[in-house]
């Protein structure tokens, strides 16, 4: 089977930094993605890695480790509108044309 | 750039009756386009992927007499919802990759179906 494990729900504050787990445990792996989604809308593309380490993309890092099936997202000096939906995906195989199969997703909230 | 259309954005409809819904990219070639289902709350389910010109994978579980696609040109998918039910009301999204990066996924913004 396949299946990643991320947190449900995290809380913080305006500034501060949070960081997002996932641990996966799929047949194949390809690499580990993270989206973003807003209450009724469409996720959008966050990151990407498929070798171990981390990525920097502006307030949002991610990292991944393979040997430990484990990657997280990194966001720093959290704004208002970063309340929303945080999704890992892993790509199982990417002869398959980049399947992603989605955890269930953290729902982030920023307080003032 | 990578811009991806759906259409409709919601549609309600009469249990029986079936609903086709577009996806569209706008600005690109897209090789491979998939189709997820998404419940309150809940994260994305892989449905099928289509790749042009021919037929499309479908998931465990996912019925493809019910759920009919077509993957005719490299810009334009459609999924089919036929004999409506209920059940099958949820937030149906298209994705697609472009020719030789499947590294990252553009989401359509989405199709909110309600079932009467």
């Known amino acids: 089977g396949q299946s990643l494990e991320q947190p449900s729900e995290v809380t913080a504050v305006e500034g501060a930094i949070v960081q997002i787990n996932c641990t996966y445990q799929?047949?194949?792996?390809?690499?580990l993605s993270w989206y973003q989604q807003h209450d009724g809308g469409a996720p959008t593309f966050l990151s990407y890695?498929?070798?171990?380490g981390l990525e920097e993309t502006g307030r949002f890092s991610s990292f991944l480790s393979r040997s430990d099936s484990y990657g997280y997202l990194l966001l720093q000096e959290l704004q208002m509108k970063d309340s929303a939906s945080y999704f890992c995906?892993?790509?199982?195989?990417?002869?398959?044309?980049?399947?992603?199969?989605f955890g269930q997703g953290t729902e982030l909230s920023v307080k003032p | 750039g990578a811009v991806v259309s759906q259409h409709p954005s919601w549609v309600i409809c009469k249990s029986g009756t079936s609903v086709k819904i577009e996806c569209r990219s706008l600005d690109f070639q897209a090789t491979t386009m998939f189709w997820y289902r998404q419940f309150p709350k809940q994260s994305l389910m892989l449905m099928a992927t289509?790749?042009?010109?021919?037929?499309?994978?479908?998931e465990q579980g996912v019925e493809k007499d019910k759920f009919l696609i077509n993957h005719a040109s490299l810009t334009l998918s459609t999924l089919t919802v036929t004999s409506a039910h209920p059940e099958d009301s949820s937030f149906y999204i298209c994705?697609?990759?472009?020719?030789?990066?499947?590294?990252?996924?553009?989401f359509g913004p989405g199709t909110r179906l309600t079932v009467l």
């Open positions: 994705s697609a990759t472009g020719t030789g990066n499947y590294n990252e996924q553009f």
């Open positions: 890695n498929a070798l171990d």
């Open positions: 289509s790749n042009e010109g021919s037929k499309a994978t479908y």
């Open positions: 799929t047949s194949g792996f390809y690499g």
């Open positions: 995906a892993v790509m199982g195989d990417g002869n398959q044309g980049g399947k992603l199969i």
